[in-house]
């Protein structure tokens, strides 16, 4: 099992960014996927959930401002973030969703800075 | 929401000796299932979590024996016998019973 996220970086407040995770090594459209983050020196702070049939949670912070997504046929996972803002900023990391989160991937940093 | 507690904040222990990390939760983690649903994770120093401890009580895949976990419907421990270098790290619990997930804030382990 593997997890690669990628699109991460320096946005501006207010601007948009994608980030992916790239799954390998199982059945990935037969498992539900999460987005978690940490703020730099923080703890862990769930974001999205997406069922194996593309049903979809937010934490109440990025509701309506962030989306999770997933194309079975890439293999890929998704998270679109919309409106950025300063508290955005943090390492984040997608896992996979079976008795716990069984496989992180090594994390993504997203830095929101005029 | 669930708010999950965790004590110490730190814990600093000599090799080979044990470690013990409180976790309490503000509800009830007993599903209607009869599960427990209460996870620990490991942090190791610039690492990705990985998990250790599932509904409870069950190591994860590859997870060596020393590690342990019991407890009640709110009230958890994580316990480690005979600590090793790798242990080093932040210990968080986590659970899964409903939405929002959330997490304990972190025991740092280190070795005296």
């Known amino acids: 099992v593997q997890l690669v996220e990628s699109g991460g970086g320096l946005v501006q407040p207010g601007k948009s960014l994608k980030l992916s995770c790239s799954a390998s090594?199982?059945?990935?459209?037969?498992?539900?996927m999460h987005w978690i983050r940490q703020a730099p020196g923080k703890g862990l702070d769930w974001v999205a959930y997406?069922?194996?049939?593309?049903?979809?949670v937010y934490a109440d912070a990025v509701k309506g401002r962030f989306t999770i997504s997933r194309d079975n046929a890439k293999n890929t996972l998704y998270l679109q973030l919309n409106s950025l803002k300063s508290e955005d900023t943090a390492i984040y990391y997608c896992?996979?969703?079976?008795?716990?989160?069984?496989?992180w991937g090594q994390g993504v940093m997203v830095t929101v800075s005029s | 929401d669930i708010v999950l507690t965790q004590a110490p904040l730190s814990v600093s222990v000599t090799p080979g000796e044990s470690a013990s990390i409180s976790c309490r939760s503000s509800?009830?983690?007993?599903?209607?299932?009869?599960?427990?649903?209460l996870y620990w994770y490991l942090q190791r120093p610039g690492k990705s979590p990985q998990l250790l401890i599932y509904?409870?009580?069950n190591l994860a895949s590859g997870v060596p024996d020393r590690f342990s976990s019991s407890g009640s419907e709110t009230d958890f421990t994580l316990k480690i016998s005979k600590v090793e270098t790798e242990d080093v790290g932040v210990y968080y619990c986590?659970?899964?019973?409903?939405?929002?997930?959330?997490f304990g804030g972190g025991t740092k382990l280190e070795l005296k």
């Open positions: 509904q409870m009580s």
């Open positions: 986590g659970h899964r019973l409903e939405y929002p997930r959330t």
């Open positions: 090594g199982f059945t990935f459209s037969s498992y539900g």
């Open positions: 509800k009830s983690l007993l599903s209607s299932k009869g599960i427990t649903s």
């Open positions: 896992a996979r969703s079976v008795t716990g989160m069984d496989y």
């Open positions: 997406i069922s194996s049939s593309s049903g979809t």
